[in-house]
Each structure stands twice: as structure tokens, then as C-alpha cells.
């Protein structure tokens, strides 16, 4: 597959033909419009011999090479293999009378007078290299070819000094050659190869006669029409032409965000590659069919299709392509060789609700009224535009589309039979162009690509996705575009059947405390839980949850029943927390470092009627609100004996409150089977033992706590519990977890991204006793994983990803020194056991690997849904349209993520304005909205900024009276940052200080 296919008078033929389609599709919409083409006045010759002006797609690349002399990514190379008894004298006569009759090609570029000009030689004489490869067995001359043919590619001609057109003959055996034949675009295109193809073989034909030249003389010369171009291109002509274009452009998107996977270089590189991809005959008639059916051409289906692939694999609805037009409009241009090539910017506005056959209508309309105002050069609307550079990306477009005609691969005349070469490229003008080829056996589509963004694979798979885009139009062209397939039939396997076969058989109907219960018949005098310098064993903790749950039960507690637990950390926090599960009721936790607002917003959404606490806290509550302490003597006479009473697995076991949009905290219900499956997976895959002390880290609040108890208190484990006096330094941190002989970590990854960073400046060690850390909350850095891998190597590492809605931890990733050693990128991992994933789109197809979707999760750690609201709930936990069963459902977690190459997961972010910090979920909208409830605020606006230390929360705030802040340091600090992300100021906002958000949210 080649970019430039110059193989023959056939192809030539063929070219011509697919351009007459155009301008014939042209000539029909300008009569329905009641437009008559006027005949067209000729391009004048020059009358002086002054250096001539630039044509404006010469001038483009003459800028271009000024800012990168020694690029390769615009010459045009073709390799022809010679079969018969060929004669290089005729052959290198025959490229001199074409280089006389083309002062194109005997043209060196210069400045005159400020401005670049065109400085054609009166005559100029080429040569005909002759490499002799024979005496190389075929395997080497096949290598040499290549090699020879990838160096002529990357040569690098000096527009001002050099000859532009370079050839090149390879001797094989007497009667078979190579010719490579190299041309800077700034001369020449793909038209332009065509003809100087045909010219050189008409006048091979008439010298091997010993006939003159055959060919007619040239009306004019490139540098005619430069000239004239530059005289036309004016006035009430390139207005008519602006209007449209900078119509069809207006406000668009500067730049299409497909995923790529590497980061964007700071400058963009001409790096590349291709590959291409045969479709069937078949396939390749019914497109063509169609096409004729819609009065459309095969160009406009392709093209169609190909802004569904880029739909789907960026979510964009705004789609710029280039597409390459010959722009030869006029007889006298057709026999020239030279840089007439221009590009068309086609745009197309989607949206999913559209079927293929309603896109196809859009596209067809675009692509007609473009070929209508084609004259203007590409380069002159950049100009007109004044679009502000950017040195990474091509300016309004940066994917690419072409489809060529390629009637045969070889020709056979004067005895020659001519054969186009597959040479190797390495050069990429976009970030992908997809080039699609007519030819007798079918289409074949290939993508040139810029290796610096994709790899391979990438490209490879998005060749598949082209092919089964295609083949779903045909079948079901009225389809929305939206739900299209686009996964190959094995993709779909793996994404929704192999990589989420996590089923494992636990033992069934067992809940935690039941897992508890078990452990103290093994254990009992096993130390389960360390607080400070206290201890209590498994049998000691057991009859203070009996306790508990007996007394609870006598209140009137059942199943479902919600109980708050209002807890320092302690011993008694945790016998609390069995205690309220044996009883058959809900814990429902509150931290006591909550303020006082949001406990009361807790309260009331609960509508908790009773709370246990401890003494020293109790003042905190409304009378009207029972509280019970542990050491009330009432609890002191009940049962040591476990509870008959047990809740059963649809029963609810504890309710964590997470940040909502609204300002108001929900409660999400997680069941019994959910815990008790996570905690059992948890054991299985941590490799938790009696061995083990686990260290409790989290607070009560969240259900990391949870992670962290129930595993441990499952297995034997002692659980060990954090004190306020181990955050007070790293060093101090580690001591106590030296001291306590700690195992097992389970920490925040901003705790641990500190703790790593403090132990590297400080040269601290960890503790030889700890071999498993286990880190979630928020994206972990790359850096800091390498870091750890050298202090740390024989700690096993496992990042961790789960929302409150799916019961703790969704997935999990053990940190390989593999993965460590790319560290490009720190997985979230794979699902657990008993639990799905799924990354769809926003019409909730399956995405393909590396690209973008939200995530879904579903299986066994589900949550019931969210106290209280409903309607929430519906929103949020939805059908499962990927399983058979009619009870199954899907969970749309808000969360941005993509499927790497081994089915790990990889964390993008929020899809909405949710962050996490330190950890903790939060919605700015809640910050906004309780700002927003103060008396002195107009609005606010909250953003989420990383710097070098650490991810903050920034509110900027418009007050209803003026407030005397510019003048504190902090505030101009922020200020400078808000500036910095939204530098778009509104010099008409009259409150001092312009919020950016409510526009855009």
C-alpha cells in the first residue's frame, strides 16, 4: 500500500476518472442549484523571466522547511522493478527531455526582496546512477533494495541549492532492474508522479524507435499558474471562498482527542509507519452498491464510516478530516507536473441518535459543497484564519482521509512489464491518515500513523474496527451510528466473557460475623485487636459482641434495623461494630472529627434512632436521640453466648456515607453477601493468615475500615489500631509499626506517596516484618512506584480501585517488577473474584482496548442502593444488558478508564467533576452547592489542582459585598493559578474576579 501510486497509464487513467467524478458531481449540484459553469478563461503564460512567486501550497511547505530544514516527511518516492531488456541511456535520455519540458523540475527556491521565489534554470542536465547488484543472491538483493529505497526516501534536499528530483537505477540481472525516483513535494504530487510516469514511458518507447518525442509541447508551466493563481485569488473571488470556509470552520474543536498512547510531544515529529489491511471483493461491491444507491460515491461511504470509527473512539461529535483534492479544474493543469494538491477541511457534526444512512446524507452534502469551493488553497485559509499555533498538532485538522484508484499493480509495453515496489516508510504529515485503494481483487485501507503518539497494535486493531464498521453498515445501514458494532466477534469474547470470569464458589450463607464466630472457636485466645498498650483476645471480643447484639436485639434492633456508631478508635469501636452485626442490624458509622453540620445531615437522611458511642462523646447529641455506651450495666448482664438471631445474606450489614451532587451526603446500603464475598476474596488473593498483624488505618467512616477488620478478624490476624500519634511523623509511623511487628499495610496513596518519598530523603527502612502494603484512594504515581521498588523490592505492592457502591474494592493489581520496569502507567488492576467490569461508551457499547470509557461494574459486590432516594438509585445501578438473567445489574461508577494490552485496567479520572482527595470521593458540586447556602456568597466555583506536593481543592468565590482579599498572599497565589487554567478572562464580569465553570458545567 502505497501513498502515492504512480504505477501506469491505467493508474493515470484511473486517477482521472476518480477526479472527473468529482467535478462531475460538482457540475450536478451547481445545476440543481441553477448554476451554469461559465467557460473558463486560459492561465496566461509569464512574459517576464523575473523570479516568480510561490504558489500558495508551495509557499505552505516552503515555511514548513524553513522551520524544519532537514525534514523527510515531504518527498515523494516511488520504486519500480523493470522486467525485459532495458536500456539505461534511452532511460536517462528520456528523464532529461521530461525535466526540459517541465521548468517545474529544473526549479530552486530563494528570498527576493522579502518574500520566496521560485528560481527556474534555463536548462539542467540529470543522471542516471547504476548500482550493479548482481552479483548479490536474490535473498540479499531483496534487502539491498529496501535498504537503498528507505535511504533515497530519507534524503534530504536543500531547496535553495539542490536539484529537487533525484533517480536512481538497480541493476539485478541484464533484464531486470530497480528504479527509485525521489521528488520534493514542494514540485510535485501524486498526479504529477502519474504523468511523469506515462511521459518517461511514451518517450522510452519513441527513443527505443530511434523516433523524436512524441509529446505536444507545454501550453504553460507550473510557474504560470503560481503566478496567475496569485492574480485570481483575490478580490469578490477569495471572499466568496473565505466566507465559506471560515463558515465551515467557525468555532471548531482545535484538535480531535484520540487516545493515543504516548503523551503528545511538545513538537509535533513526521515519525511514522503504515499498515494496511485487505477488505473481501464482496464487502467491497456491496459498498460500492450502496453508494450508488444513496447518490453517493464509494469516497463518501468510506469517508462516512471512517468519522463513525473516530466517533466512537473519541466521543467527539465535531469531526474535522483533511482530504487531499488534485485541484486540477482546468485542461491546461492536467498534463503539468507540479504541487497542485490541496486539502480540504470536511466537517461533520454527529450524533449518536443519527443512523448511518442520516450521517451518510450529511457527509455527501459536506463533501459537495467543499468540492464547490475547492480554490482555496488550505494554506490561505490557515492565514486568513489567524489560527494561533501550536507547534504538537497541524492546525484545524490532524486525522486525514484519500481513497485512490489502483485499476493494476503492473503494465506491460515496448517489451517492459513496469511493477510498483512495497517500500518501507517512516514517515507520518498527520497523526493518522487512512488511505483507502480501489483494485480489481477489492478495497485494501492502510493507516499511516505516527509512531511517536500509537503502537502498532493500536493501529492494528483499529484496522479491525474499520473492517467490522463496514460490514455492519451493510447489514444494518439504518443503525445508529452510536450502536454500531465496531468490536471484532473475539474482542467482544474477551472483554465480556474471558476477562470477566472471576466466578469462585465460597462457602454459601456465611456472613462476617459467622466467619468471626468460626475463627473464635479456632483461636479463642489468639489477641485479635491492639489499641495503645491494650489487648483483647478473639474469645474476650466475641463475648463483648454477644453482649452487645443481645442487648441491641432486646431494644427491638432487626434485621435491616440501622444502628450509628459513634467511635474514637478503640477496642470498643470494633466490638461495637460485631455486635450491631450479630444483632441483625446495619452499622451505620460516624467519624467524631465530622462537623457538627454534617453529623446532623447524617442524622436526619438515616433518620437513626439509635447511636452507640462512648461516655466522653455523648454530650454531642440531641436527647431525642438514643445513645447507648458500652459500659452501661445493662449490656454487663446480657448473653456471652452468640445470638440465634442471624441476619441473612440480602440483609444489609453496614451504610457509608459518600459525597453527594446536591450538597447532601447518600447512604449506600451494602448487603451481607457483598461483604462477605469481598471479605473472603480478600483473604484468598492478600494471603491472609493468623500470622498477620494488620494495620486498622482508616477511619471508622469509610469503608476502607472495612477492608482492613474484617479480613483480619476473619483469618486469625491480630488488627492493630492506627493512633493519632503514628501520623505525627514518618519516622514515628514507622517505629510503631517496627514495634507492633506489623505485616500487612492497607494504606491511602497519598499516605503512602508521602511515606515513600519521606523514607527515600530520610534513608529510612521499613520494617522487615511487613510484606504486604495494599494502596488505594486516588491514581498512584509511576514515580514513586519505581522508588519503591528499590526500597521496598520483596514487599508485595497491590493497588487496589473500588467505590462504596460496589463494596469496598472492586479491583486489585499486584505491582510486578515488570510493570515497575515500564511504569508508564500504574494499573487498577483486574476484577476480584465474583465480580465484572465492563468499559462502555455513553450509548453503553463495550469500547475497544486503550480507548476511553466509563467504567461499569456488577457481580456480588453491589450495593443495594442508595438510602432513600430511588430515583438516585434507578439512575445509578442500571439493567445488565450483557447478562442473561433479568435481576442483574450494572453499576455506572462515574469513573474514566481504559483496558490495557493484559486486561489490567488503567484510571483516567472522573467522567463528571467528582475527584478524590487524600483518598476520599468528592463531588465539587457539594462543596459548590454548601458554599454556594452562605450568606456572603454570590457563587463559587471549586477546582481540583495538582501541584508538585499534593492534589487541592481551590474555591474561587464572588461575594455579594466587596471583601478586602486580594491583599492576602494566599489569595494571590490561587488567583495566579485560576489564571493559569482559565486564562480566558472576562473583563466585562464587574465583580472583581471572574469564575469560570458555569458556562461550561
Known amino acids: 500500500m502505497r501513498k502515492y501510486i504512480v504505477m501506469s497509464h491505467l493508474q493515470t487513467q484511473s486517477e482521472t476518472n476518480t477526479e472527473q467524478q468529482k467535478q462531475a458531481l460538482l457540475r450536478q449540484l451547481l445545476q440543481k442549484k441553477g448554476i451554469t459553469t461559465p467557460q473558463q478563461s486560459s492561465i496566461p503564460r509569464r512574459t517576464s523571466t523575473d523570479p516568480c512567486p510561490l504558489s500558495f501550497a508551495q509557499e505552505r511547505l516552503w515555511f514548513l522547511d524553513q522551520l524544519e530544514p532537514h525534514s523527510t516527511a515531504y518527498n515523494l518516492s516511488t520504486a519500480l522493478r523493470i522486467k525485459g531488456l532495458l536500456h539505461p541511456d534511452i532511460l536517462e535520455r528520456s528523464f532529461n527531455e521530461v525535466v526540459r519540458r517541465h521548468e517545474i523540475l529544473r526549479t530552486s527556491f530563494a528570498h527576493h526582496q522579502q518574500q520566496a521565489v521560485q528560481i527556474i534554470q534555463t536548462s539542467s542536465t540529470i543522471s542516471l546512477p ?55 513535494h514542494i514540485i510535485s504530487d501524486g498526479w504529477s508522479s502519474s504523468v511523469l510516469c506515462q511521459e518517461i514511458d511514451t518517450l522510452y518507447q519513441a527513443f527505443s524507435r530511434g523516433t523524436p518525442s512524441p509529446l505536444p509541447e507545454l501550453t504553460i508551466q507550473y510557474a504560470d499558474f503560481a503566478l496567475w493563481q496569485r492574480g485570481w485569488l483575490q478580490g469578490e473571488v477569495l471572499d466568496t471562498q473565505l466566507n ?106 454527529l450524533s449518536g441518535s443519527l443512523s448511518f444512512r442520516e450521517l451518510l446524507a450529511q457527509v455527501r452534502k459536506v463533501t459537495l459543497d467543499a468540492y464547490e469551493h475547492q480554490d482555496l488553497p488550505f494554506e490561505k485559509l490557515v492565514a486568513e484564519l489567524k489560527i494561533e499555533r501550536n507547534l504538537s498538532y497541524q492546525p484545524l485538522f490532524q486525522i486525514a482521509f484519500e481513497l485512490q484508484n489502483r485499476s493494476t499493480d503492473s503494465l506491460t509495453t515496448s517489451g517492459l512489464t513496469f511493477e510498483e515496489l512495497e517500500i518501507e516508510d517512516k514517515t507520518a504529515k498527520y497523526d493518522l491518515t487512512l488511505f483507502m485503494s480501489e483494485t480489481l481483487q477489492g ?69 462476617v460475623h459467622q466467619l468471626f464466630d468460626a475463627q473464635v472457636e479456632r483461636t479463642p485466645n489468639a489477641t ?179 477492608e482492613e477488620i474484617f479480613p483480619a478478624l476473619a483469618q486469625g490476624a491480630t488488627l492493630v489500631l492506627r493512633t493519632e500519634e503514628m501520623l505525627s511523623t514518618i519516622p514515628t509511623f514507622l517505629n510503631h509499626c517496627r514495634e507492633h511487628k506489623l505485616s500487612v499495610l492497607d494504606l491511602p496513596t497519598a499516605f503512602w506517596h508521602l511515606l515513600v518519598g519521606e523514607m527515600t530523603s530520610l534513608k529510612l527502612a521499613l520494617p522487615e516484618s511487613i510484606r504486604l502494603v495494599i494502596i488505594g ?109 433479568s435481576d442483574v445489574r450494572l453499576y455506572r461508577t462515574g469513573d474514566q478508564v481504559r483496558y490495557l494490552s493484559d486486561g489490567n485496567l488503567e484510571f483516567l479520572g472522573r467522567v463528571d467533576e467528582q475527584v478524590k482527595i487524600r483518598g476520599f470521593r468528592i463531588e465539587l458540586g457539594e462543596i459548590e452547592a454548601l458554599l454556594n447556602q452562605q450568606v456572603g456568597v454570590k457563587t463559587a466555583h471549586v477546582i481540583s489542582y495538582k501541584d508538585d506536593v499534593a492534589q487541592r481543592l481551590v474555591a474561587y468565590i464572588v461575594a455579594n459585598a466587596a471583601l478586602e482579599a486580594s491583599s492576602y498572599k494566599q489569595v494571590s497565589q490561587w488567583q495566579t493559578v485560576f489564571d493559569d487554567l482559565y486564562c480566558d478572562f472576562d473583563p466585562q464580569q464587574q465583580s472583581g474576579f471572574y469564575v469560570k465553570g458555569w458556562e461550561s458545567s
Open 777 to 885: 484512594g486516588e491514581a498512584a504515581s509511576p514515580e514513586h512506584l519505581i522508588t519503591w521498588q528499590q526500597i521496598a523490592p520483596n514487599v508485595r505492592l497491590i493497588n487496589s480501585y473500588g467505590p462504596t457502591e460496589t463494596t469496598i474494592v472492586a479491583t486489585t493489581c499486584e505491582l510486578s517488577a515488570q510493570q515497575v520496569k515500564a511504569a508508564k502507567v500504574v494499573p487498577i488492576g483486574k476484577p476480584i473474584p465474583n465480580v465484572q467490569t465492563y468499559v462502555l461508551d455513553e450509548a453503553l457499547q463495550p469500547v475497544p482496548m486503550g480507548i476511553p470509557g466509563e467504567l461499569y461494574i456488577a457481580g456480588a459486590g453491589l450495593a443495594r442502593g442508595y438510602l432513600h432516594q430511588p430515583e438516585l438509585t434507578a439512575k445509578s445501578f442500571i439493567f445488565h444488558s450483557f447478562s442473561s438473567a
Open 443 to 511: 478495497l485494501i485501507g492502510a493507516f499511516e500513523y505516527n509512531t511517536d503518539l500509537f503502537e502498532p497494535e493500536t493501529i492494528t486493531r483499529m484496522l479491525g474496527h474499520y473492517q467490522v464498521l463496514l460490514e455492519s453498515i451493510i447489514t444494518n445501514p439504518d443503525q445508529t451510528i452510536s450502536t454500531l458494532p465496531l468490536l471484532t466477534a473475539s474482542e467482544q469474547h474477551q472483554f465480556l466473557v474471558e476477562w470477566n470470569n472471576t466466578h469462585k464458589d465460597y462457602p454459601s450463607g456465611q456472613t
Open 130 to 184: 547504476v548500482i550493479n547488484l548482481q552479483h548479490l543472491p536474490p535473498g540479499q538483493q531483496t534487502s539491498e533494495i529496501q535498504r537503498l529505497a528507505i535511504s533515497e526516501r530519507s534524503r534530504t534536499f536543500n531547496l535553495v541549492q539542490d536539484c529537487l528530483f533525484a533517480i536512481t537505477l538497480l541493476q539485478l540481472n541484464p533484464e531486470e532492474h530497480v528504479l527509485l525516483f525521489t521528488l520534493h
Open 244 to 349: 465559506y470556509w471560515t463558515q465551515q470552520v467557525q468555532d471548531a474543536p482545535p484538535v480531535l482527542e484520540l487516545p493515543t498512547d504516548y503523551p503528545r510531544p511538545a513538537i509535533q515529529t513526521a515519525n511514522g509507519a503504515m499498515q494496511s489491511m485487505e477488505f473481501s471483493l464482496s464487502l467491497s461491491e456491496s459498498l460500492k452498491t450502496f453508494a450508488h444507491q444513496q447518490s453517493a460515491t464509494l469516497y463518501m461511504v468510506l469517508l462516512a464510516a471512517f468519522k463513525v470509527l473516530l466517533y466512537r473512539y473519541t466521543g467527539q461529535t465535531d469531526i474535522l478530516v483533511g482530504s487531499a483534492i488534485a485541484n486540477r479544474n482546468r485542461p491546461e493543469l492536467e498534463r503539468l507536473i507540479g504541487f497542485f494538491v490541496n486539502t480540504l477541511v470536511l466537517r461533520t457534526q
Open 528 to 706: 485479635a485487636v491492639i489499641c495503645e498498650d491494650q489487648s483483647i483476645s478473639y474469645q474476650a471480643l466475641n463475648t463483648q459482641a454477644n453482649q452487645i447484639a443481645h442487648y441491641l436485639i432486646s431494644l427491638g434492633v432487626k434485621k435491616d434495623g440501622l444502628v450509628g456508631i459513634y467511635f474514637e478508635k478503640s477496642i470498643e469501636m470494633i466490638a461495637a461494630l460485631l455486635g450491631i452485626l450479630k444483632s441483625g442490624g446495619a452499622y451505620v458509622p460516624i467519624d467524631p472529627a465530622y462537623p457538627q453540620d454534617r453529623v446532623a445531615d447524617l442524622l436526619e437522611d438515616s433518620q437513626l434512632k439509635l447511636v452507640l458511642t462512648q461516655e466522653n462523646l455523648t454530650h454531642r447529641f440531641d436527647q431525642t436521640l438514643q445513645t447507648i455506651c458500652l459500659n452501661a450495666p445493662d449490656i454487663a448482664q446480657q448473653s456471652h453466648h452468640n445470638p440465634t438471631y442471624s441476619p441473612g445474606n440480602d440483609h444489609l450489614s453496614y451504610i457509608i456515607y459518600t459525597s453527594g451532587s446536591t450538597g447532601k451526603p447518600k447512604g449506600v446500603m451494602i448487603e451481607h453477601r457483598s461483604l462477605a464475598n469481598y471479605t473472603q476474596a480478600t483473604i484468598e488473593n492478600y494471603g491472609i493468615t493468623g500470622q498477620d498483624r494488620t494495620l486498622q488505618f482508616a477511619s471508622i467512616s469509610f469503608d476502607a475500615a472495612a
